[in-house]
């Protein structure tokens, strides 16, 4: 049996009047490429950032390995990897100081020459990161969030405005997190994408969990018969569906 590496109970989370997660309960496996869909606004976001310790939840529990991210959120960050949206912060540095200044805020960080190998930065690492394709920034942003080599790895729309190339490159040392036996949640537009490469999906409607389980089941829940999570998507995501 698999451990349980996240447990949402009642999770709530709201921006004044505005219900941005009402109710959610979710568990994710060890191992598990667990996937988050929903329409703007649906609080895959917000969700995200409760589990990584970036917002308290008004209401619920959640553990993340077996901590609670709003109370121990320096604790967490050892053992989690967090995709940053925007790199901008790391913009005027070149690769090397970029990686070489996140390795230095853990306590346990992985060698050098181990990140630049497994995402092939060698012939990057005195670029500006300013200076990156869009892939080569994503890229980079990725190697930032496993320099500590953690566990688990949160990863908020990370192939958007990529083009095919890229992300098919991205999704490919995803997978190989995977192979590694990280567990890994990522939020992502691209329904073709979370269908092929996520063992879980769990899907969002304003603020609420309406469905979770694996691309196959999830299809074949749908009344009217369809093939692909477009349809899921269309189904179960957007406001006024059933
Ligand atoms: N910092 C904030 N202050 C106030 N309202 C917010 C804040 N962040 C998000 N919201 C609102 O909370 C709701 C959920 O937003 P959230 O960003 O979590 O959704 P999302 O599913 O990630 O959307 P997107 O796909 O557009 O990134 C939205 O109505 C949004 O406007």
Known sequence: MRRTMIKVDSVCKAYGS???????????????????????????????????????????????????PAAEASELQEH??????????????NVREALEMFRSFYKCSTEMKEIIDRFGLESYLDRPVRRLSGGWRQRVALAISVVNNPKIIFLDEPTTGL????????????????????????????????????????????GNLVKCDTPKRLISQIPAGGLTMEAVYVHFAYAGAV
């Open 163 to 206: 083009d095919m190339q890229a992300r098919e490159e991205y999704w490919s040392i995803i997978l190989e997190l995977k192979r590694q036996g990280k567990t890994i949640v990522l939020s992502c537009h691209d329904m073709g994408e979370m269908q092929h490469h996520c063992d879980r999906i769990a899907v969002l409607r304003q």
């Open 80 to 93: 989690i990897g967090l995709h940053l949206q925007s790199i901008s912060l790391v913009d005027k540095l």
């Open 18 to 68: 505005n219900q941005a997660v009402d109710n959610i309960s979710l568990r994710v496996k060890e191992g598990e490429l667990f996937g988050i869909i929903g329409t703007n606004g649906a609080g895959k976001t917000t969700l995200l950032e409760m589990l990584m310790g970036l917002r308290q939840p008004d209401k619920g529990q959640i553990e993340v390995l077996g901590i609670n």
